[in-house]
């Protein structure tokens, strides 16, 4: 489990401390040998979501016994001088590896670790009560989980997407019309790269959440797909930017025929963008998007025809190969673009009784 410098205090920070003082009570009120083992345990165990806590409880109890297991044995039959505490480790780790449990190690070593620290006439007692000790850490991690503060995904997600889609709508349109700087830029084009990345964690956090009721599974299912669209357009945006950026110098030497025609169909791809966003959140009237969608359409046909005439005339034709994947990339986004006000209108259209994103103003994180 890691923590940024940078990272706020959260929910997940204050499930820690919760977990570690929790663990450490406990410990003391059975009165277990060296409760700090306890807390070293809910440490480890604490997760951003209930699920993979309760993954990471049932994985970190088949560590503990793995380590536990060892450690008694060769407690027994050979000490526990430096150089069998170093064998047992590696034998521990290699088992581990074996079974698919490569995040349980640091548990599994702690156990191993804290049972061999105690050996003794009553070794077998105090190893099993650190063992115990160790579990108590863990099992008091999940019931944290399990009651407090339940992280609530489906609006970090959607607050998400929203923040990053208005960025990169912005550059797009700082870039067409040559406003942009290209150092910053490029150094915000990074900066929204590691974002999307944050973003697909994001979502595959709220996908893992689970539905305790039968009647809420297949609009859970439904949402998915829709939240799967929306990263997935937003993707189309940021390639489409990232080309923009790149092909900077190519497009100011196309005429100005085409640079106003590529313009005037990335504003309307733009717009409907920010519609659906809108849309989706219930913030705009399906009748009204439908006025402006009628509005404002994009010419596909327009654009490649003009592109396909610069070509014809252009003298350099390494510069009309080069805006070639900037083209396919606004018709690519596009197609998800529609197929996302598709899903949308479907989803408004067929399911309005099971229309209740989680969304909230106060919620923007």
């Not at 820690?16 to 003391?28: H, V």
């Not at 079974?99 to 070794?123: P, Q, Y």
């Not at 596009?334 to 479907?346: A, F, G, P």
Request: aromatic share 10%; hydrophobic share 45%; glycine share 4%.
């Amino acid at each position: 489990m890691t923590y940024r410098n940078d990272m706020k205090l959260g929910a997940r920070i204050l499930k820690t401390g919760i977990a570690i003082t929790m663990a450490l009570t406990l410990a003391t009120l059975l009165q277990l040998p060296s409760p700090a083992f306890a807390g070293i345990a809910a440490i480890f165990a604490v997760q951003p979501s209930i699920y993979k806590s309760y993954q990471t409880v049932i994985e970190q109890i088949q560590a503990n016994i793995i380590g536990a297991v060892i450690a008694v044995l060769f407690g027994l039959f050979f000490g526990s001088n430096p150089f069998m505490v170093g064998l047992v480790a590696v034998i521990i780790i290699s088992i581990c590896l074996k079974l698919k449990l490569e995040n349980t190690i640091s548990i599994a070593l702690v156990t191993a670790i804290a049972i061999l620290e105690a050996t003794g006439e009553n070794f077998t007692f105090v190893a099993g009560s650190r063992f115990l000790t160790i579990l108590l850490g863990v099992l008091s991690a999940f019931i944290v989980n399990l009651v407090f503060m339940p992280p609530k995904y489906e609006a970090r997600l959607y607050y998400k997407i929203s923040n990053i889609t208005e960025e990169i709508i912005k550059w797009i349109r700082m870039s067409l019309r040559q406003a942009s700087e290209y150092g910053t830029l490029k150094g915000d084009i990074d900066r929204i790269k590691d974002q999307l990345i944050k973003l697909d964690q994001l979502f595959l956090l709220y996908k893992e959440e689970r539905t305790y009721s039968k009647a809420k599974i297949y609009p859970k299912s439904r949402k998915l797909v829709l939240y799967r669209q929306l990263i997935t357009t937003t993707n189309r945006a940021f390639y489409t930017l990232r080309k923009l950026h790149r092909l900077e110098n190519e497009l100011h030497q196309t005429p100005i025929e085409f640079q106003e025609i590529l313009i005037a169909e990335l504003d309307v791809l733009l717009n409907h963008h920010e519609q659906a966003l809108l849309k989706f959140a219930k913030k705009i009237k399906a009748d009204k998007t439908s006025e402006i969608l009628l509005k404002n359409t994009f010419h596909k046909e327009n654009l490649v025809q003009t592109f396909l005439n610069y070509e014809k005339n252009c003298k350099d034709t390494s510069c009309f190969h080069n805006l070639l994947p900037l083209v396919a990339s606004i018709i690519d986004y596009h197609d998800h673009l529609e197929h996302l006000n598709t899903l949308i209108n479907s989803y408004q259209h067929f399911h309005k009784k099971e229309n209740d994103l989680s969304i909230t103003d106060e919620i923007k994180t």
